[in-house]
């Protein structure tokens, strides 16, 4: 569904005289449909901006994004539109990425209303239908974000993500902002709504743990580049890289309660 082939992402420098930044330096590989693969580094690695890449919120240099074998880099605006359509991003934070002027309501109805040209009744069935597969009642639609808490917020911008009917989901350290216990609560949904759904989905996380979790494959990430690539359960038994047996080293330790379970 997805092949990305040598993207780069370079950045002025930061120091006036000093040399580029290449926070994606080359990078290739592929999604297949219904498969997750986990993106795993440090802050700073290239993670996100990768992500960004992907969807076009950020120009990249040079290479190709290929979804179902069209260019993403070469769609005018129309057609990069649809391609938003069937690719959707969760980010990390998710209270700066709702509206905070906005309710909830209002917010997941725009997609609905301005995309899928929904009217007014099948916009409030499918808003109800949304919040209640991401494990929320009607009555959030009424909120503000500063009134939930940060699992519902972010089970809304999941919602919200689910709006279009996508194809494939970026979820971009989802859980990161989170406390450990609403952590399992948010993976587990995630990994629900792909089976249910039969998603594709890039997996984002500086813990190794967590996208061994969630992940059919695992790409190890350090300044802009792939170190070590494989299949989850065996890149973790048998690393490779330095860097991949750092990260091994570094897992948090977490209580048996809050492991996320499948």
């Known amino acids: 569904m997805l092949e990305v082939l ?5 950045y002025r420098a930061r120091v ?17 449909r219904g498969e997750t693969l986990g993106l795993v580094g440090e802050s700073g690695c290239g993670k996100s901006t990768l992500s960004r890449c992907l969807m076009r919120l950020v120009e990249p ?27 959707q991003i969760v980010h990390q934070d998710p209270y700066s990425s709702l509206d905070p ?18 009217d007014a009744r099948a916009t409030e069935a499918r808003m109800v239908s949304l919040l209640e597969e991401v494990g929320l009642n009607a009555s959030h639609r009424l909120a503000y974000p500063h009134e939930l808490s940060g699992g519902q917020r972010q089970r809304v911008a999941i ?20 406390d450990v216990s609403i952590q399992a609560q948010v993976l587990n949904l995630l990994l629900r709504l ?21 992940s059919d ?41 809050a492991t996320p379970s499948s």
């Open 6 to 10: 040598r993207l780069r992402k370079v």
């Open 16 to 32: 006036p005289g000093g040399p580029p930044v290449a926070a994606v330096d080359g990078v290739s590989f592929s999604v297949g």
């Open 61 to 87: 240099t040079e290479g190709r994004v290929l979804f179902d074998g069209s260019d993403v880099r070469a769609l005018d605006a129309r057609a990069l539109r649809r391609f938003r359509r069937r690719m």
């Open 101 to 118: 002027l906005m309710r909830i309501d209002r917010t997941l109805a725009a997609p609905l209303r301005h995309v899928l040209g929904l």
């Open 159 to 178: 919602a919200r993500a689910l709006s279009l009917n996508p194809e494939f989901i970026i979820a971009d350290e989802p859980t990161s902002a989170l």
């Open 194 to 214: 792909q089976r249910d759904h039969g998603l594709a989905m890039l997996f984002i996380s500086h813990d190794i743990s967590l996208v061994a979790h969630m």
């Open 217 to 257: 494959r695992i790409a190890v990430m350090q300044k802009g580049v792939f170190v070590e690539t494989g299949a989850a359960q065996e890149l973790v038994a048998q690393p490779q890289h330095p860097y991949t047996r750092s990260l091994l080293a570094a897992r948090p330790h977490r209580p048996a309660c």
